[in-house]
């Protein structure tokens, strides 16, 4: 018994190590290699489709999340359409949409500039002037939190010079 089971080893070995063929290694073990390849054949087609569904699932998933991520970009175009219309009322200027993103990202930079007691006070004012506007120069400095923009984050580092070798 322990003869064989090292033999069987021994012969997995050498199949392993391409010293042996399949067929040898299948016929020690009293195995019809035709119906073997046949198994391995199923199996191989089961394991395509399967590998087919996985991905076409995820395809659908990924389909899904963009038309979320449109729909969500919809949403805050709307707002700023808003908020222009707002502005232009007003003040009877229009502005660009880049124009917009670049002075909601300027008062979110000034206000992250400013200590946190004006800050907060700051942004109550802008929100209950401005909902819009203030709701996103407000997003706009948690995002800049996020990325370590924080006030000391945007102080430049001191300049030194390197250490003189002695000699």
């Given at each position: 018994m322990v003869d064989d089971l090292q033999r069987k080893m021994y012969l997995l070995q050498l199949n392993q190590a391409k010293k042996i063929s399949?067929?040898?290694?299948l016929d020690f073990n009293d195995l019809d290699i035709d119906k073997e390849l046949a198994l391995i054949q199923e199996e191989n087609k089961?394991?395509?489709?399967?590998?087919?569904?996985?991905?076409?699932?995820?395809?659908?998933?990924?389909?899904?999340?963009?038309?979320?991520a449109q729909k969500v970009g919809l949403k805050s175009q709307a707002e700023?359409?808003?908020?222009?219309?707002?502005?232009?009322?007003?003040?009877?200027?229009?502005?660009?949409?880049q124009n917009l993103?670049?002075?909601?990202?300027?008062?979110?930079?000034?206000a992250m500039q400013l200590p946190a007691e004006q800050r907060k006070q700051y942004l109550e004012k802008?929100?209950?002037?401005?909902?819009?506007?203030?709701n996103m120069v407000q997003e706009m400095i948690?995002?800049?939190?996020?990325?370590?923009?924080?006030?000391?984050?945007?102080?430049p580092l001191p300049e030194q010079k390197p250490p003189r070798r002695a000699e």
């Open positions: 399949d067929t040898t290694l089961k394991q395509i489709k399967i590998l087919e569904d996985t991905m076409l699932h995820q395809a659908e998933l990924q389909a899904k999340m963009q038309a979320t700023l359409q808003k908020y222009q219309e707002k502005l232009q009322q007003e003040t009877g200027m229009r502005m660009e949409p993103l670049s002075q909601i990202n300027m008062i979110a930079i000034k802008l929100t209950n002037t401005y909902p819009e506007v203030g948690k995002k800049m939190e996020m990325a370590g923009m924080g006030t000391s984050a945007m102080k």
